[in-house]
C-alpha cells in the first residue's frame, strides 16, 4: 500500500455549507487557486445541483484548476450527477462524488429499504462512471451503519466502478480505535477493496476530527477529507492544517506523506477566516494567533534557553514570517513589496500602487504598521468599477442621541448628501446609506475587529448582507470605526450590485443541501 | 479499576497562563465557584509562588470551596511546596501539585542529571507528603522522556507518597494509541501503581487533546487534566466540554462516569470566554455558537424529520436554552427573572432590579432584546463604588478628523468636563478620560462583539489595561459602539483603581511561570 495519502479539500462545499459562511463566486474563485497552488490533490469545488452559483462556481474552478483534480458533489439521482458532470467536466482531472444515507436514520429519508438502496447505489455509480473514469462514492453517516449492510453497499459501489469508497463519520460520533478498525475491516472483507482508494471525512462534534482521521490512515484510507480552518456544519469538518501538520510532526510513528506545501497554510487560513465571515479562536491548533508560544508569551519570560523545549513545529513551517518587524511612515514601495511577499501577497505593479497608497496613509496616523495592519490593507476590496463611493461622512454620537450621520456618497459618479439618525453610529451610517440608495439588502452579519494592540489600532469590520437570496461580504479596516463600518457596508452593497445584474432574484439560493431527499 | 474518571481542571492555572488571558482575582474566584458547583473533582486554582496575586486567588478560592479539592501548582523545590501549602490548607481538601521536566531538554534547563534529578524528586514529593495527604506529582513533557526513566521518577514519585501520577503531554505530541499505551504500560511495570491514580495532562498543538486524553482514559488513567473552553499556552489544554460529553455521548465503548453536570457547561464556556477576552470560534466542538446545526442551518431547511438525523447531543444537554424567545419592551419583571434563570443566572432582588432597569433601557431602544443582549446586560460590571462615572459623552468623526470627544466625567463625585482629539472616536474617548484623570495604563486589549443581528445590535467591547504589573478587564454593552468603548475602558479604570489600593506595584505580575527553572 502506497504511503502518500491524499488530500481532499472540501471547504468550498462542506465548510461553505455551515450556516453563515456563504462564499461569493469570486471569493470560491479565489481560494480554489490557493488550494490547487498550496498542493491540495483533490478540491471539492461545490454541489452543482444546489444552485445556479454553484453549478457556475465548480464550472470556473474546473476551468482555471492546474494540478488539483475537480471534484463536484450529487445526491444519488442521475439528474444530479449529470449536473455534476456539467459542471467539473472542463476540468483536466474531473471527478464525480456521489453520496447516499446508509444508516437506518438516513434511510428512511427518502424511504427505500436495503434492496432498494443497493439498486440505487449500483445504478448511480455505473450511471457516473459511464462519464468518467473518476468516481467517488459515499455512505452518509456510515459509522451509525449496520456493517453488513456498509459492506454490501461498499462492495456494490466497488463492482459498479468507484474509484474512491469514501466513508463518513457524519455526525462526528466515532472515536479513534473504533475509526481506524472499521477502515481495517472494509479493507480486510471487501473484495477487490486493494483496487480502490479507502477515504475518510470525519466531523468535530465531539473534538476528536483530527485524531479520527489520522487513525483512519493508520487503518488504511488514504484520502484525507478535510477543510481549511475546520469550516464545516456545526463543530466543523476535520481541519486541513492539522493532519497535515501532525503527518509531518510525527513521521515517526505516522509514515505518511502528503504533497501540501504547508508553509502556504497560515495565508489561506486567514482569507478562508476573512471570507467565510468565521474568525479562528486564538488557541485553535496550528493557525491560531497564539499557537505558537513564541509571538507573545515564552518570549517575554526570556527562559527559553532551547526553542524545542516548548515546540515541536517551527512557526516558519506553517508560513508565519520568522520577523515581525512592523512598517513606518518613512518604509519605501520595496520595503513594502518585501514584507508583502513574506505574508503571502504577489502583487503587480499597479496593485501595489494601490495599496501603498492606503499603506502611506494609514502610517501618516499610525506610528507602527504591523503585519497585521498590513494584511488588513490588502484585503480591502474596492474597486473601481464601484457604483458607490464614499466621499465623505460625519458622526456624531455619544450618549444625547440619536445618533446622527451626514454623508455625501457618490452614485454612479454623482454625488449625493443626506443627514441621517439612527440608533448608534453605525445605525445611523446604514441609514444614511439606506436613505440615499434604497435597497431591500438585510444585515446578515456586522463584526469588528480590531487589528493590533493599542486605541490608535486599525477596525476591520466585515459586513455580509443578502438580497433576495443573493450573499455579499464587504470588508474595510480604518483607525475609525464608523468608516470602517461605512466602507464595508458600501463594499458589500456594491458587491451585491454586481450580483443583481448577473441573477435572477433567488436563482443563486442553494434550495438543495447535503441532505438526501433523494427523488 | 473503578470507572469514575475525575476531571481536574487548570482553566484557573494553566489556562490563565496562556499570553493575554489573565483574569483578575475576582473573575478567578467566580470561575472557582462555577467549577465547584458543576461537579468538577479537582480546581488547580493557581501556582502560589508566582506571585502575590496568585498566591491571594488559590487561599480565597481554598477558603470558599465546597465539594471540590482544591490544588496548587509548585515547582520541584521546598520553597515552592511550602508556599503552595499555606495557600491550599484553608481549603477542606488541599491537594499540592509539584512537577519537574524529566525529558532531556527539561533536564538540561536546571542541569540536573538523571541521578540527581530523581533525588530531587524523591525529596519534593516526601516534603509535600509531610505538609498534605493528598499530593500530585508531574512528570513534565513525559511523553518525551526517555521510558526507562520515565518509569523510574513514576516509581520514585509513588513511593515517597505522591497520590496521583500525571503524565503530561506539555507540547502537544503524542496521538491517541501511543497515548493510551504508555499510561498502560506505566501502569504495568511500575510497582505499586495500583495504589494511585494515574492522570493525562495533553495539549493541543496538533489538534488531538482530547482524543489523547480519552485514549488515557482507555489505557488505565482515571484523572483528566482540561481547562473550559480548551485554553491554555499556544493552541492550549483539552477542552473540559468536549472529553466530559465524548464520554457522555460514547458511553457504549467508554464505559466511564464523570460527575460533571453538563447543563452548566455553556454558561461557563461564555463565563471563561468573557473573563480570559479569548472568544470562542462559531465551529468550536460542543461550545461554538454552531456546534447545534438546529440553531441556524437544518431548521431553515425544513428538511429534518428526526432530529437524531443530524445530532449526536441534545443542545439542552449543555445547557443551551431550547427556546430563544426574545423579551421585548412590555416584558415584565417576572419573565426577565424567568428568562435569566433558564440562561444560568441566579440573581436576588436587588441585583434583578439593577439588571431590569438597564433592560427597560435598552428595550426601549430595542424592537427585540435576545438571550445575548441579555448576557451582555448582566455581564457589565458596574458598581455603586466606582471612583469614575461617565456622566455625558458626544463624540464627533468620520472622514474630516481629528475625531472629537466631548465629555464630563464625574470623579470621586465631582463633575470634570473635557474635549479631546484622537485617531478615531475610540482614542478620542480614551483620550478624553486620559486628560481628565491622569494614569499610565497601558491598553492591552480591545475587542468588540456585535451580540445580535441588526444594525441596532448591541455591541459589548471589552478592555483589558495593565498598569504596573496589574491587570484589569472592563465591559460594557450598548447599541452605542463609542459608548460602550467609553464605559468599557472606565470600568477597567476602576477596577485597576480597586487594585492600585490594594497591592503594590509589580507584586501582581507572574515573574515566575511554568519553566522548571529549579533552584
Known sequence: MTDHVLIFDTTLRDGEQSPGATMTHDEKVEIAEMLDEMGVDIIE????????????????????????????????????????????????????????????????????????????????????????????????????????????????????????????????????????????????????????????????????????????????????????????????????????????????????????????????SRRVATVSGFPVQFNKAIVGKNAFAHESGIHQDGMLKNRETF??????????AGTTLPLGKHSGRAALRAKLSVLGFEMGDNELKDVFVRFKDLADRKKEVFDDDLIALVRQNNSEDDRLKLKDLTVICGMNGPQKADMVLEIDGKDHATSATGDGPVDATFNAVKSLFAHDARLQLYQVHAVTEGTDAQATVSVRMEEDGRIATGQSADTDTVVASAKAYINALNRLLVRREKTAPGVDTPEIRYTDAGE
Open 45 to 268: 469545488a461545490g454541489f452543482p445541483i444546489a444552485s445556479e452559483g454553484d453549478f457556475n462556481a465548480v464550472s470556473e474552478i474546473a476551468k482555471r484548476s492546474k494540478t488539483a483534480q475537480i471534484c463536484g458533489l450529487s445526491r444519488a439521482s442521475f439528474k444530479d450527477i449529470d449536473r455534476c458532470w456539467e459542471a467539473v467536466k472542463h476540468s483536466q482531472r474531473p471527478r464525480i462524488h456521489t453520496f447516499i444515507g446508509t444508516s437506518p436514520l438516513h434511510r428512511a429519508i427518502p424511504n427505500l429499504d436495503m434492496d432498494e438502496m443497493a439498486e440505487r447505489i449500483h445504478d448511480c455509480v455505473t450511471h457516473a462512471r459511464n462519464l468518467c473514469d473518476n468516481v467517488q462514492w459515499s455512505s452518509m453517516d456510515a459509522t451509525r451503519t449496520e456493517w453488513d449492510f456498509l459492506k454490501r453497499t461498499v462492495d456494490i459501489a466497488i463492482k459498479a466502478g468507484a474509484t474512491t469508497i469514501n466513508i463518513p463519520d457524519t455526525v462526528g460520533y466515532t472515536e479513534p480505535v473504533e475509526s481506524a478498525g472499521l477502515i481495517r475491516r472494509l479493507i480486510a472483507e471487501v473484495d477487490s477493496a486493494d483496487t480502490v482508494i479507502f477515504s475518510t471525512h470525519c466531523h468535530n462534534d465531539l473534538g476528536m476530527a483530527t485524531a479520527n482521521s489520522l487513525a483512519a490512515v493508520q487503518g488504511g484510507a488514504r484520502q484525507i477529507e478535510c477543510t481549511i480552518n475546520g469550516l464545516g456544519e456545526r463543530a466543523g469538518n476535520t481541519a486541513l492544517e492539522e493532519v497535515v501538520m501532525a503527518l509531518k510532526v510525527r513521521k515517526d510513528i505516522m509514515p505518511f506523506e502528503t504533497k501540501v506545501n504547508t508553509r502556504k497554510i497560515m495565508n489561506i
Open 311 to 320: 515546540e515541536v513545529m517551527r512557526p516558519e513551517d506553517v508560513g508565519l
